[in-house]
């Protein structure tokens, strides 16, 4: 639910308050962070997806060891999630600095 905020935050609104005012109104500092920040809240978006999904599938797979997943292994796993999300924009923004995205669409 924290990330389908933040891609809310990072990308809806912008585009929105920008197709309202007929321009872009934000400066080019978010015009360079926009593309980076979409990658990194939607890959974390799926991976924490994926993740809830196999952790479901184990549950019903294996009941009886369904107390071996407890809060200390689902809070690493979400950890992971969010870091592993990371090098993704990161090699984005080694190999293109100058990447910029605006869209009125």
Do not use: E
Request: hydrophobic share 50%; aromatic share 14%; with cysteine.
């Amino acid at each position: 639910a924290v990330t389908d905020l933040l891609v809310s935050l990072t990308d809806v609104l912008p585009k929105l308050i920008s197709i309202l005012s007929n321009g872009p109104i934000f400066s080019a500092f978010l015009c360079y962070l926009s593309p980076y920040l979409r990658y990194y809240f939607n890959i974390l978006s799926l991976l924490l997806i994926c993740a809830m999904t196999s952790t479901k599938l184990c549950l019903l797979k294996f009941p009886l060891r369904s107390d071996m997943i407890g809060t200390k292994r689902t809070h690493m796993l979400c950890a992971a999630c969010w870091l592993a999300s990371f090098s993704f924009p990161l090699t984005f923004l080694l190999v293109d600095k100058q990447d910029i995205f605006f869209s009125y669409r």
